[in-house]
C-alpha cells in the first residue's frame, strides 16, 4: 500500500490550494483517511478526516470554514482557501491513528504573507 500526496505549492496569503491523495495497492486496513501536517519546528496534528458512512466529516478548529475534506473512492482531497501563513507546513495522508507504514513524502504549502 503506498499514499502518495500532491498539490501543494507556493500561494499568497487569501489563496486556495487543493491537495491530493492517492491509495494504490491493496490491503488498506482503515475506513478513515486523513490529513496531517507538520510545521517547521512543530509537532505533526490532524487537520481533517473522513470517516465515511454518513458519519460528518472532522476538521480542526482553526482551519473550519476555510478547510473542506472530500473522497472519491481511493482518493480524499483537501481543498483549502483563505489561506495564512500559519497554514505553511508538509501536508500528509494517513489513517486514524496513523500507521507509520503509510506515511509518505508529503507534499509542501508554502504560504507567502
Known sequence: VQLV??????????GS??????VSGSGFS????AWYRQAPGKERELVAASVG??????????V???????RDNAKVYLQMDS?????TAVYYCNSIPPL?????QGTQVTVSS
Open 64 to 70: 473550519k470554514g476555510r478547510f473542506t475534506i472530500s
Open 30 to 33: 482503515s475506513n478513515v483517511l
Open 83 to 87: 489561506l495564512k501563513p500559519e497554514d
Open 5 to 14: 500526496e500532491s498539490g501543494g505549492g507556493l500561494v499568497q496569503s487569501g
Open 53 to 62: 458512512g454518513g458519519i460528518p466529516n472532522y476538521i480542526l478548529g482553526s
Open 100 to 104: 507509520g507504514i503509510y506515511w509518505g
Open 17 to 22: 490550494l487543493r491537495l491530493s491523495c492517492t
